[in-house]
């Protein structure tokens, strides 16, 4: 597709379920990033996959929550054992290696736990 | 390490007004990009403006520009002749010109709430 795409749009789970968040980046694109944005707030950085490079997994803000990205092209996320105050928004963007384009991003998956 | 620091949380102009959105970095780096997104209450991140640091000239895009200032490393954003599908989170962000290795991300501000008031 012509832009970044994320699904599903909205998440609806229960405490302590697993969930996988998925992102297509645009198709070319090197850098994949992942974002979490509560409500009103700012984003979070969550992780950064840079082409064949180890991904910075810094963001990650527990062992619950994981990233792969296959064939340097589709990235899923994933929460373990999901707790509440893990909804949020959660956006992907993807950009190419070089700096003078800028990052798209999805539309983000609304995750709501109950 | 890069950082980005917008200092208004939240910021309220009138329909009409000239509002500007400041934002200033820090870098040792000499050639960058720097950004402007907009997110309106979609959710979807747009950009609105985007600025390389080798040049001077101030970026313009309508009713939207820049005060970029190298040297203070300051990158604030004027918008003139507000309207009302202004109102969104706005956000700054800083990239490098030749990311090379996974330290080499996007820097993103806490952003800017602004709302354009009837």
Same mark, same amino acid.
Not at chain 1, 51 to 63: T, W
Not at chain 1, 81 to 87: A, G, W
């Given at each position: 597709g012509a832009g970044v795409s994320q699904s599903p749009s909205n998440k609806v789970t229960e405490k302590g379920k697993d969930v996988e968040l998925r992102c297509d980046p645009i198709s070319g694109h090197t850098a994949l990033y992942w974002y979490r944005q509560s409500l009103g707030q700012g984003l979070e950085f969550l992780i950064y996959f840079q =082409?064949?490079?180890?991904? &910075?997994?810094? =963001?990650?803000?527990?062992?619950r929550f994981s990233a792969e990205r296959t064939g340097g092209s589709v990235s899923t996320l994933t929460i373990q054992?999901? /707790? /509440?105050? &893990?909804?949020a928004v959660y956006l992907c963007a993807s950009s190419l290696r070089q700096g003078n384009t800028e990052a798209f991003f999805g539309q983000g998956t609304r995750l709501t736990v109950v | 390490a890069q950082t980005v620091t917008q200092s208004q949380p939240e910021m309220s102009v009138q329909e009409a007004e000239t509002v500007t959105l400041s934002c200033t970095y820090d870098t040792s780096e000499n050639n960058y990009y720097l950004f402007w997104y907009k997110q309106p209450p979609s959710r979807q991140m747009i950009l609105v403006i985007r600025q390389e640091a080798y040049k001077q000239q101030n970026a313009t895009e309508n009713r939207f520009s820049v005060n970029f200032q190298k040297a203070a490393k300051s990158f604030s954003l004027k918008i003139s002749d507000s309207q009302l599908g202004d109102t969104a989170m706005y956000f700054c962000a800083f990239m490098k010109h030749l990311p090379m290795n996974r330290d080499d991300k996007i820097i993103f501000g806490k952003g800017t709430r602004l709302h354009i008031l009837p």
């Open positions: =082409g064949n490079s180890a991904p &910075d997994k810094s =963001g990650l803000p527990s062992d054992r999901t /707790q /509440q105050e &893990d909804s | -």
